[in-house]
Antibody, heavy 121, light 113 residues
């Protein structure tokens, strides 16, 4: 059974960079697309982007100028960096696997538990 | 962006009764070349990540009870819980994966009447 676990600081200061890592266990990161999705408190889900195990990426245009995703197949993990953080970036951040029977954008069949990142001074 | 609009925002249903959630996309998410609707349904309980229930609008994921069913095509879709159980109390989201950016509906809260 594939498991995903997000890790990173729970508190980020405004204007700084939010950095998270998703570690995949129980399966290989290779041959799959992986995504980051966030959920502001009490609000709906927002897709941030996806990365393929080869390193190719596709970001949500609403965040594209601030987002970078990377993958490290040797560690079976992928990462998210979001620069110039503001209070509106406060959210639970999930990493997820794109179903191999889906398309590049989804659906998402395995999810991490999520990690709350608060942007505040 | 394709906008996904869910209705109602919330509904209260008696145990054993039917619950119906609607999801409408701002443009068709049906791909004629493979005859598939690029729509998924998720269930999210408090403090948990979403759980994929249905993909391709009507295909249940392995292990999902058969009281959950999905239907619809083009721009109009429905998730039906045929006989509501206590453990079905949750938020439900639809998601289109026809085009990027991938987008989700605003969610529907299902409660027990």
């Amino acid at each position: 059974q594939v498991q995903l676990q997000e890790s990173g600081p729970g508190l980020v200061k405004p204007s700084e960079t939010l950095s998270l890592t998703c570690t995949v266990s129980g399966g290989s990161i290779s041959s799959y697309y992986w995504s980051w999705i966030r959920q502001p408190p009490g609000k709906a889900l927002e897709w941030i982007g996806y990365i393929y195990y080869t390193g190719s990426t596709h970001y949500n245009p609403s965040l594209k100028s601030r987002v970078t995703m990377s993958v490290d197949t040797s560690k079976n993990e992928f990462s998210l960096k979001l620069t110039s953080a503001t209070a509106t970036d406060t959210a639970v951040y999930f990493c997820a696997r794109v179903s191999p029977t889906g398309s590049t954008g989804g659906p998402f069949d395995f999810w991490g538990q999520g990690t709350l990142v608060t942007v505040s001074s | 962006d394709i906008v996904m609009t869910q209705s109602p925002d919330s509904l209260a249903v008696s145990l054993g009764e039917r619950a119906t959630i609607n999801c409408k996309s701002s443009q068709s998410i049906f791909y004629s070349s493979n005859n598939k609707n690029y729509l998924g349904w998720y269930q999210q309980k408090p403090g948990q990540p979403p759980k994929l229930l249905i993909n391709w609008a009507s295909t249940r994921e392995s292990g999902v009870p058969d009281r959950f069913s999905g239907s619809g095509s083009g721009t109009d879709f429905t998730l039906t819980i045929s006989s509501l159980q206590a453990e079905d109390v949750a938020l439900y989201y639809c998601q289109q994966y026809y085009a990027t950016p991938v987008t989700f509906g605003g969610g529907t809260k299902v409660e027990i009447k």
